[in-house]
């Protein structure tokens, strides 16, 4: 799912889940015995007040979750969370009165018909087993066999829903290839307009994107679809050089203050010229920021340490490897030992300390990619990415 959309839905969930769950409570507790049933109002017990402790609690960690990107992670410690709380309060309250036990619940009924939201069969499966076993454990402990009853209408419930479910992953596929399809035609032809107006920097592009996203999965924080967002990115890179004139750009030789000025804009140019791209502007700082440097004397906002994107860090090195593994007009390219030296010899001034530590790691891959790469075939689009 979207990572924007994953927000939203996980809010409205939550928000929708508290409302039915308080909703519910207040009314069978405490409207119905006064206006539908003649028996007392009030929670069965004071264990009761753990859900609510509970509730609260998972609205701290939910808002801690959102402002640290985790927001996939919400709807699985709500869940866990409540099925958890739900049947231990349930079994400190029936144990020694199951008589008086009433089964079933409208949140756990409205956890499984929105399961389809989520477009996430291993959240679908943890949800319909959990709740599941919540009941059949309860009646085992509790002694009770009318649980059965609640059981069977969750599982024709959870059915509907897988068949939902399946429907909308297929639905979501479909546009999602459209859309890649698209994006990809677009960032050929941007990528290809550059590389005609600069030739010796053809493959610079998809070289420093390949690179980027080897050292990005290596560090094991990026999702699917925040790797593929950060390959479009790299891709377009440069994109803000188009802005830059022939003259300066093709230079053979050392360029002037006033000259090297102009090409310090093209970052800002590259970033506004996409900002509003779906697919990467969640990964716009890669264009913005990947001449920062991680002790503030890069460009365009010198920025410094960790107020530089962690994808533009990423960026910065593979940028950098590239430019001095290949040739330029203005010189030949170098061995990619001497390369590796000098990202190692930039650590803690130009490079993040620890990205240099994970860059180490995935140098081998980076010389076999370079060593076998097609440097006189047109590029194509990283596979795993684009598949």
């Known amino acids: 799912m979207i990572p924007h959309e994953e927000k939203q839905t996980v809010k409205w969930y939550?928000?929708?889940?508290?409302?039915?769950?308080?909703?519910?409570?207040?009314?069978?507790?405490?409207?119905?015995?006064?206006?539908?049933v003649e028996r007392e109002s009030g929670f069965p017990s004071h264990y009761w007040i753990i859900n609510y402790i509970v509730l609260t609690i998972l609205i701290l960690v939910s808002i801690y979750l959102s402002k640290i990107n985790k927001q996939s992670l919400i709807?699985?410690?709500?869940?866990?969370?409540?099925?958890?709380?739900?049947?231990?309060?349930?079994?400190?309250?029936?144990?020694?009165?199951?008589?008086?036990?009433?089964?079933?619940?409208v949140v756990d009924v409205f956890l499984i018909l929105s399961l389809p939201l989520f477009l996430n069969t291993r959240y679908y499966w943890l949800v319909s087993l959990g709740i599941a076993s919540k009941y059949i454990l309860t009646g085992v402990i509790l002694k009770i066999s009318f649980v059965i009853m609640p059981i069977i209408l969750l599982i024709i419930l959870a059915i509907m829903s897988y068949f939902l479910l399946v429907r909308f992953q297929g639905y979501v596929r479909a546009i999602s290839t459209s859309y890649d399809n698209q994006l990809e035609g677009i960032v050929k032809g941007v990528i290809a307009t550059l590389e005609l107006k600069d030739p010796y920097t053809r493959g610079h592009s998809e070289r420093v994107a390949s690179y980027a996203l080897l050292l990005g999965k290596e560090i094991g924080k990026l999702s699917k679809e925040q790797q593929k967002s950060f390959y479009y990115a790299c891709l377009l890179h440069d994109i803000g050089k188009v802005n830059i004139p022939d003259q300066i750009l093709?230079?053979?030789?050392?360029?002037?203050?006033?000259?090297?000025e102009i090409i310090k804009t093209h970052p800002v140019v590259g970033a506004e010229a996409v900002k509003n791209v779906e697919g990467i502007k969640d990964s716009i700082c890669v264009i913005l920021s990947h001449h920062e440097r991680w002790d503030g004397k890069g460009y365009p906002n010198q920025l410094k340490g960790e107020e530089i994107p962690l994808?533009?860090?990423?960026?910065?090195?593979a940028d950098a490897f590239d430019a001095m593994t290949s040739s330029r007009s203005y010189r030949e390219a170098m061995p990619v030992e001497e390369a590796y030296r000098r990202i190692i010899d930039g650590t803690g001034s130009q490079f993040d300390p620890l990205l240099v530590e994970e860059f180490k790691k995935i140098y081998p891959e980076w010389v076999k990619f370079h060593e076998t790469y097609p440097w006189t075939k047109k590029w194509e689009l990283h596979k795993e990415v684009g598949s």
């Open 14 to 36: 939550l928000l929708i889940s508290y409302i039915i769950l308080i909703g519910y409570d207040v009314f069978y507790y405490f409207i119905a015995p006064t206006i539908i």
């Open 75 to 105: 709807k699985y410690v709500f869940f866990i969370s409540y099925v958890s709380t739900s049947f231990l309060v349930d079994i400190l309250t029936y144990y020694d009165k199951a008589e008086s036990y009433t089964s079933g619940n």
């Open 250 to 260: 093709m230079k053979p030789g050392k360029l002037t203050n006033e000259e090297f």
């Open 311 to 317: 994808l533009a860090r990423i960026s910065a090195i």
